[in-house]
Every structure is written in C-alpha cells, then in structure tokens.
C-alpha cells in the first residue's frame, strides 16, 4: 500500500435497521463516484460525509496519495441512492479533477479491496441512478480493474515465490502488521517497523475486535489483556481453512513477531502460509508444532504483547 491511509474522519451517516446504525453491508461490487465539483478540498469533503444526521457518507474518499476510510467496509454507506445497492458495495468518493496520481491511487485502493474479497464488479453510480457521477472516471472504470486486478494478483504471486526471492526484513514484517492495524481497529499507529508499546497495544486492540466480530465478546477495544479479554479467549481455536477474524489477528500478530504468513485478510482464512508462519512460531517456542493455534499457542503468541 504505498497511499497514505487516514482514519481520524469517523462518519456515522449509515445503516438502515434503524438508520445511523453499524453493519448490514454484505460486500458484492464497487461503485466509484466523483464527489461534486472541481476545486473542492479532500478535507472538506471527508468533514461533509462524516456531518452529524447527515444524509450521505462513502467507505472512502480518494486523492492522489491520501485515502481516508471513513467507516468499517461492513457498514452500509448511504452513497449510492438505491438501498440494494447501498446494502451489497463499497462507495469510493474520488477528487473528480482526476490527475493520474488520484487515479493510480484509486487502482491501488481497489486492488487492496481485491485482496481482502476477491476480483469484484466496478460500477460508476450513473449505472445505478440518474447522475453524471462518476465523471472523468467513468470512461476509466475498466483500466480501473484491469489494473487492479494486476496488481492485486501480483502481490498474491509475490507472495508464493520461493525462498530465493528476496524475503521482507523484520523491519518490514512490523510494518504490515502496523498498517493492518491501523486498518483493523484503527490503531493510528506509526507505520515505522518497530515494536513498541503503542505497537502491542495494537495488536491486543486486533485481538478484541477478533473477538467481538467472531464470537460477539462484547469487549472494550482498549488494547488491554485484562481479565475479560481473558475469559473471553477461552479454549477457541483456529486451523488449517478455516475463515475467521481471529484469524487475521493470527496473521497481525505474527507479522508483528517477524514470522510472514504470506498475506493478511478481513476476515482471515487459514491458509498454507499462515500454518507453515504457526509451526515455526511454535517450534521456536518449544509448544507442540501442530499448525493449530490453541490453547497454549494463543497465550504464548498473546504473552509477546503483554
């Protein structure tokens, strides 16, 4: 991800049961819009969506280099005018000046979006109701996932190159798992390759939305391993195929330790990576090296951050 992505722009503007309301998007296709006029600031219009009781918002607005999400992909955006469609995407505002830099930056935005679902439709909201948006974009929409997809399929290639291929450096590996944080649980955290306290505490915030997505724990994201988020871990386990979020705060909290799972998913699925980055882990910690993150792996992995 070379964009800069911004987190501090929190709209609520979402939901339909009843409305301002989390969850209910149920992710099948993009749908790119243009957000109004030339000459409009990115900040203002990020400030604009995020307004009290308003009545639009997005997933995401776009300009060369900057991305600001403004609310998790499983809520349901007010960006596209027609309920189904509001219920099953994710809305993309883009500066509608269109420079190559705001339109590589949304190739680069929907490639991650690519690797977190899957290749999906790109749709301009003019094909949905009676607008000119997206504008400019509109003649692009299939460069947009041509590209895309090029680039996300190259990253998941990257990955499963051999071992002679030039492995990240540690450095490197604290990096991901610092941007899947900021990502996850919006950790606002330094994306500097250290492993620091701010960096812990991620990753335990990681563990706790895991948990509250998968099992309905009902937890403070707080970043603290007290003795609710104790209880709350309880004996669960995850392995080899299965899809959940307690397995992306695997992926997080092993790329945070310098082990490379090859790849991070919202949700995650356990995959081939992820079990070969586990047994290692496991056998450099003397636990028994099954590939199954139990009991005794999830506190072992967990006592790293605590």
């Given amino acids: 991800m070379s964009y800069q992505l911004i987190t501090s722009y929190v709209s609520n503007n979402c939901g339909y049961n009843p409305h301002y309301s989390h969850g ?6 993009i749908i790119i819009h243009h957000w109004g006029v030339d000459g409009q600031s990115f900040s203002d219009v990020c400030s604009w969506l995020c307004r009290k009781n308003g009545n639009s918002s997005a997933h995401y607005v776009v300009e060369s280099g900057k991305v600001a999400r403004l609310m998790p992909e499983k809520d349901c955006a007010w960006h596209a005018g ?38 999906l439709p790109i749709r301009g909201h003019k094909d949905v109701a009676s607008t000119d948006c997206p504008g400019r974009y509109y003649s692009h929409l299939s460069e947009i996932k041509a590209k895309a997809t090029a680039l996300a399929k190259g990253s998941a290639a990257a990955a499963a190159t051999s071992t002679a291929t030039a492995q990240p450096s540690g450095s490197d590996l604290i990096k991901t798992a610092q941007r899947a944080a900021n990502y996850f649980v919006a950790a606002r955290l330094d994306v500097d390759g250290i492993r620091g306290p701010l960096t812990n505490a991620g990753v335990i915030k990681c563990l706790q939305k895991a948990m509250n997505n998968d099992y309905a724990s009902g937890l403070a994201v ?31 909290a092993l790329y945070a330790l310098n082990y490379n799972p090859n790849g991070i998913e ?9 079990e070969a980055a586990v047994r290692k882990f496991q056998k450099n910690n003397r636990l028994a090296v ?17």
Avoid: W
Wanted: net charge neutral.
């Fill in 24 to 29: 209910g998007n149920s992710v099948r296709e």
């Fill in 82 to 119: 027609n309920r189904y469609v509001n219920m099953h995407s994710i809305g993309i505002e883009c500066r509608p000046e269109m420079s190559a830099g705001d339109l590589q930056t949304v190739i680069e935005l929907v490639a991650d979006i690519f690797r977190r679902y899957g290749v």
């Fill in 222 to 252: 707080d970043g603290i391993y007290g003795p609710l988020t104790q209880k709350a871990l309880g004996n669960h386990y995850v392995r080899r195929n299965e899809r959940q979020y307690m397995v992306t705060f695997v992926e997080i």
């Fill in 266 to 274: 919202y949700p995650g699925e356990f995959g081939a990576g992820l």
């Fill in 290 to 306: 099954d590939g199954i993150v139990g009991y005794n792996t999830y506190r072992k992995l967990i006592s790293k951050f605590v």
